[in-house]
């Protein structure tokens, strides 16, 4: 099947309605309403601080259709642990219960609970949808914000390097961990499509560019985060029960620089620097790392 | 209206009924449906679920749009301008 | 059935009378032998409950949370450390109105560290929105974590409960406790099934809010506050018709006959008070006991109209604001603040960390109390009962 007729066969309904808050061009709301395709309407979201627990709902108006609990920051998988347990005793099944957090949410302040449901293997879909720094805060960085990015906390540049989270809940043990883009919207629901089959602990990780703190025009947004696949530094693949699949590999791969030097975030990097880059890129050949 | 007890929103969606987002935008898509081939990239990359896909008919939903430009960033047969409204 | 039941017992045995559906905890010294019973009851097929084995404090209320919104009868326990883990949770649970149980099993807060008793932990969550109720033996555990869930669930409430009872005091002692038959704590407590998360009527919970409806919510939740007074009061006296125990409802006055004295006490200090009052009142002394059973809501109005016949009280607090002195005493000189005549009221701060509180203790205050009746006046500040002085560098 092409990918005009998969896209055709998904569904129309919008399950986060049109009028939410999100801002102009940003890769999180992007990533909510293709997750919603793949997710349906019989599905709870526990959403922590982060700018998607606000985009969709303000005093008693919503743009949700489905079932939303904003829950604290550093909690929501641990929420969703007792949503789960409370529609199990009540009888309540076939409900898709996902944690969708931002970075902060699944890396930094988030980790505890988030690690916890994991080893307990609880059944919820966690989506870290990672804009790569604190974005209802400024823009502050965080433990999955790249080296070299300049944030206005870290004005030079940050000084260490992106916090690998699939790679740690991988270790956990859990049964599906993928990565996905916003540029590849068949990728990510066909992944969520997998998860939502699946019992126990999944988890996902999407890029979602944010135009305004990575520095780059908000009609960029998906441009920004296909040349991320392509340039080899965000892989799609996904592990599944340990079985590890690339689910898309560029024909030809795009400079690292490509990438970089089309973000204001980057711009003082010196060519040595982002040479530096490409050279642990092709190490890493690509491979889902 | 009295407040729910437990604080939340109750009708599902109503944030799209007349949106405060209607006049966030300085630009908005038009479509030149004679290039536009129903390929749905517009659809799928749209933030502000401001594409409407018919059964044959691409439109845009302005009060939701608040003109981004990703539409016609990415459209394929650049069948998407964006124009100052 | 009679057992033999130390206070952490005495609640597991509540929770599966109660029939709790979900119990997301994390072990926490003094409270972990409730896990272990209630685990065990599910273990043996005597409860049908979920039990998640938390990763944190913080992550069990979340969890209870989440449940409870789903309209499960939810329960967890913590005490000290792990209960100012949950500060904000606190806040959260009460403000979305989920009627949640917990159990503090009362430890002291670090630094320094502490594994014994005072009310310290549960009174600095006073502001968070939940009730506060205070238990003198494992009966009144078994039979206040019983009517906590009534409390909670009433339309009326809708607010979270802590059901508070001192660590090792009660927590380790075990203690003869009628265990009543489920059939009639089935008659006492309904089925709880109120679910605002659910796929058939799709909700937003906790939308952010602005200036145009705060403020009503945090007047609502006051207002629910203030009326679960009346549900504490008729809870109490439907347990005590339906069991044949009676806890005083908000507050409990013991011996009040002609008392020139009160004494106020909270927990397991109301038990040795009674030892105390009985001694004094033999010896011809006219002091009375206040027992004060539910810090939130706070009894003002019932502890006015009990201390209008006296003539001085002396509170004793197991907990210290700092700079201000005991949380009971302030709120007690509070509610008599609209009181035509000045009465003198005594503070005295004791037990700390576990330090025992004697029926010798409760005596000299007795006498204290009974001397400033004559005086009429009484010196500024908190008296602290049994305080080492030459551990604090002041001379006796």
């Not at chain 1, 999100?22 to 997750?35: E, F, H, K, L």
């Not at chain 1, 699939?166 to 916003?182: D, F, Q």
């Not at chain 1, 996904?238 to 898309?248: A, F, I, N, P, S």
Request: neutral net charge.
């Amino acid at each position: 099947m092409g990918e005009r007729e998969e896209l055709y066969r998904l569904p129309r309904e919008e399950l986060l309605s049109g009028g939410h808050q999100g801002i102009s061009g940003y890769g999180g709301t992007i990533a909510v309403r293709q997750a919603l395709k793949a997710l349906g309407p019989n599905t709870v979201i526990v959403v922590p601080a982060s700018a998607v627990a606000t985009v969709g709902g303000l005093n008693t108006s919503t743009a949700w259709r489905i079932p939303f609990v904003h829950s604290l920051f550093e909690c929501a998988p641990a929420m969703a642990t007792g949503i789960r347990a409370a529609l199990e005793i009540k009888g309540k099944t076939g409900v898709t219960l996902v944690s969708f957090a931002g970075d902060a949410g699944s890396a930094d302040i988030g980790f505890q609970s988030l690690s916890g449901a994991a080893e307990r293997d609880e059944d919820i879909i966690h989506v870290c949808y990672d804009d790569e720094a604190y974005l209802n805060t400024g823009g502050q960085a965080g433990g999955t914000t790249p080296a070299g990015a300049q944030t206005v906390n870290t004005p030079q540049g940050k000084p260490t390097g992106k916090k690998d989270l699939l790679s740690i809940i991988e270790a956990h043990g859990a049964g599906y961990v993928a990565s996905a883009s916003i540029a590849f919207p068949l990728d990510f629901i066909a992944k969520l499509r997998k998860a939502k089959e699946r019992k126990g602990f999944r988890y996902l990780h999407i890029l979602t560019p944010n135009p305004a703190t990575w520095g780059f025009a908000a009609d960029q947004t998906i441009h920004i985060a296909r040349l991320a696949v392509d340039c080899g530094l965000w892989p799609l693949f996904e592990v599944e029960d340990g079985g590890r699949r690339v689910t898309y590999a560029p024909v030809r791969r795009v400079p690292v620089a490509d990438y970089i030097r089309a973000q204001g975030r980057f711009r003082h990097l010196t060519g040595d620097q982002i040479a530096a880059m490409q050279a642990q890129v092709d190490a890493s050949a690509g491979g889902g790392r | 209206m009295k407040l729910p007890t437990t604080p939340g929103a109750y009708q599902p969606g109503n944030m799209g009924v007349n949106p405060r987002t209607a006049g966030w935008k300085s630009k908005a898509p038009v479509l030149d449906a004679g290039k536009c081939d129903q390929c749905l990239k517009c659809w799928i990359y749209c933030p502000d679920a401001a594409v409407e896909v018919t059964a044959d008919k691409v439109r845009f939903i302005l009060d939701y749009c608040k003109g981004c430009g990703i539409c016609a960033v990415e459209c394929p047969t650049a069948a998407i301008s964006m124009a100052g409204v | 059935m009679r057992m033999l039941l130390s206070g952490n017992e005495a609640t597991a045995h509540a929770a599966r009378l109660a029939r709790i559906e979900v119990f997301p905890v994390y072990p926490i010294t003094p409270q972990a032998p409730m896990i272990n019973s209630i685990v065990g009851f599910i273990d043996r097929g005597e409860l049908k409950c979920a039990h998640k084995r938390m990763e944190s404090d913080h992550s069990a209320l979340a969890g209870a949370a989440g449940a409870s919104l789903v309209g499960a009868r939810a329960f967890t326990a913590s005490n000290s450390q792990g209960l100012a883990l949950m500060h904000e949770l606190l806040f959260y649970t009460a403000g979305l109105r989920l009627p949640v149980v917990m159990a503090i099993i009362n430890r002291a807060l670090s630094a320094p560290h502490c594994r014994f008793p005072d009310h310290s932990d549960a009174i600095a969550q006073e502001a968070t929105g939940w009730l506060q109720l205070y238990c003198e033996n494992n009966q009144e555990v078994l039979d206040t974590v019983l009517q906590a869930f009534r409390i909670a669930e009433d339309e009326r409430v809708l607010l979270p409960v802590m059901v508070n009872f001192e660590g090792y005091i009660l927590g380790h002692t075990k203690e003869v406790v009628e265990v009543p038959e489920q059939e009639a704590v089935d008659a006492f407590l309904p089925a709880y099934s109120r679910a605002v998360v659910d796929v058939e009527h799709p909700a937003a919970i906790n939308t952010a809010t602005n200036g145009e409806i705060y403020m009503e919510y945090k007047y609502l939740q006051h207002r629910a506050m203030q009326g679960s007074l009346t549900v504490v009061k008729e809870v109490n006296a439907e347990f005590a018709e339906r069991f044949g125990r009676d806890w005083g409802g908000a507050v409990e006055l013991y011996r009040g006959e002609d008392a020139r004295a009160l004494l106020v006490a909270m927990g397991s200090a109301v038990s040795t008070a009674r030892i105390a009052v009985d001694e004094m009142r033999a010896a011809g002394q006219p002091v009375g006991l206040l027992k004060v059973r539910s810090f939130r809501p706070f009894p003002a109005d019932e502890i006015r109209s009990v201390a209008a016949g006296v003539r001085a009280l002396a509170v004793i607090d197991r907990d210290i604001i700092y700079g201000v002195g005991g949380a009971l005493h302030r709120e007690v000189q509070w509610a008599l603040a609209g009181d035509a005549v000045h009465k003198p009221v005594l503070s005295y701060i004791a037990g700390m960390g576990g330090r025992d509180i004697s029926v010798a203790d409760v005596k000299a205050i007795g006498q204290d109390v009974l001397a400033a009746t004559e005086k009429g006046s009484v010196p500024m500040g908190a008296h602290w009962v049994g305080l080492k002085a030459d551990l604090v560098g002041e001379a006796k």
